[in-house]
């Protein structure tokens, strides 16, 4: 089956301080990989839309600057938290999009804390 | 742009009992709608999908529909069991597969 990776699962910083996620998909290629952020009990929030080889597209009200998506590879996309704040606080989710049969399989997540 | 609406945010049935989560669509275009379930903590789990050109699709206890005229589908969970306790969200998604639209998800809990 389709296997996406992400790392850390946990992480806790200091406020001011970058961050930086990584999601890979371990067994396909995927040419377009999401990011999401999800609030407790809450749906998944799309903030961008990341294509390899090109700038990642973002939802509206997430700030680019702060939120930097890197789609190097067919198969790693990296998100980075800038000059984290307690308020980006949150659980962090990959999805890759497999082109065969344009199935999307989620990363396991990474719960940030911002202290 | 697309709009999914999902129904009911929360569902209790008993042990055994049916459930039954609904969706529906505004985008004609829209073309695959997958389900997936995400237990507290982890990741969102594809557990069945059904693309437009066909109305059923049954995977043992799970099953979904399609009404493409309607615009809506529906998860049906017969048998229930307290390991379906979890967070059922749908999608739907157009040929191209570059974005996939989801609903605000249902939290289903079975009571033993």
């Known amino acids: 089956g389709a296997v996406v990776s992400q790392h850390p699962s946990w992480v806790i910083c200091k406020s001011g301080t970058s961050v930086k996620i990584e999601c890979r998909s371990l067994?396909?290629?995927?040419?377009?990989m999401f990011w999401y952020r999800q609030f407790p009990k809450q749906s998944l929030m799309l903030m961008a839309t990341s294509n390899e080889g090109s700038k990642a597209t973002y939802e509206q009200g997430v700030e680019k600057d702060k939120f930097l998506i890197n789609h190097a590879s067919l198969t790693l996309s990296t998100l980075t938290v800038t000059s984290a704040h307690p308020e980006d606080s949150s659980f962090y989710i990959c999805?890759?999009?497999?082109?065969?049969?344009?199935?999307?399989?989620f990363g396991s997540g990474t719960q940030l804390s911002v202290l | 742009g697309e709009n999914v609406e999902q129904h009911p945010s929360t569902l209790s049935v008993q042990e055994g009992d049916s459930a039954v989560i609904k969706c529906t669509y505004s985008d004609s275009a829209s073309n695959y709608f997958p389900w997936y379930k995400q237990e507290l903590g982890k990741r969102p789990q594809l557990i069945i999908d059904?693309?437009?050109?066909?109305g059923e699709k049954k995977d043992q206890r799970i099953a979904v529909t399609l009404n493409k005229t309607a615009k809506h589908f529906s998860l049906h969970i017969t048998e229930t069991q307290p390991e379906d306790s979890a967070v059922y969200f749908c999608?739907?998604?157009?040929?191209?597969?570059?974005?996939?639209?989801f609903g605000t998800g249902t939290s289903l809990t079975v009571i033993p």
């Open positions: 067994d396909f290629q995927a040419t377009t």
């Open positions: 059904i693309r437009s050109n066909v």
């Open positions: 999608a739907a998604s157009t040929n191209t597969g570059n974005q996939f639209y």
């Open positions: 999805s890759a999009l497999r082109d065969v049969n344009e199935k999307l399989f």
